[in-house]
């Protein structure tokens, strides 16, 4: 069990000192929401081996009173497996194939988008002694070179703010992911806009997106988890003439929403789509 109610985190930084990993970052709302106090083994992609004493290459990594858990999802399911007295993170096997499916949906459309987006000030950000692991491992990954990767984002970035779409649709009628409280489905999906806080020099989303009551009530979870100085604002996107709508602004159409109470609800609907596109800019 948890001696003195605390587990070790083996941390991924910047030279901020704010977490850099998605998956620490899943791991360290986690470990709050079982209610443990995190005690953090800072550092950054240098020496992680020798750091976890030859345990683990990657992050994140546990240990709890002297147990090494590797692997983001390892841990919740150890999480949970170990300590089911307290709030489970994965409450029905549903929510493990749910979150599974979303994560899949989310990195195409997001997560690799916004890292390609400011990849280079990524590299800028980690600590000096990173500097070259991180250029040599995200150039070899993404083809190109830092600055060619994230050249011409301005034109990107309102592209995955639209993409985003369906996480604001099912965040419209619930508080949570998870219904009327958080479950590891939040956390995961959350984790992208942490990552993406840590290295975003310049906003990714629009200052009045809908989504962003959600993430700032998530920021500010267990004591203000989310809210490390080291982070940058994700809000203050503009949209620019040719840019696709930033975020959905006929809230309620599409998807699963109950609207239709009869031929007076329809014809609402469709007078409203008509003139969005009477609205629409030529092209």
Known sequence: MAKDNKI???DLQLSTGATISPFVWATKYALAHKG???????GGFTGILERTGGKSERLPAIVDDGEWVLDSWGIVEYLDEKYPDRPMLIPHESVAVLTRMIDAWLWPAAMGPWMRCYC???RDLSLPQDHEYVTTSRENMLGKTLE???????DRLP?????????????RESPWLGGSTP?????????AFLFTASVAT???????DPVRDWVDR????YGGLGRHPGLHTLWGLKQRPGDPDLFNKMQGMGGIAKRNTGPDSTRTESEAIMRKREDAPAK
């Open 120 to 122: 280079k000030d990524y």
């Open 36 to 42: 443990f106090n995190i005690e953090i083994v800072p």
């Open 183 to 191: 479950n590891y489905a939040d956390y995961r999906v959350l984790a």
């Open 148 to 154: 060619e990767m994230q050249a011409g984002r301005e």
């Open 202 to 208: 310049i906003p990714p989303l629009a200052e009045d």
């Open 159 to 171: 592209q995955i703010s639209a993409a985003i779409e369906p996480l604001r649709t099912a965040l």
């Open 218 to 221: 998530c920021f500010d979870l």
């Open 8 to 10: 070790t985190l083996y």
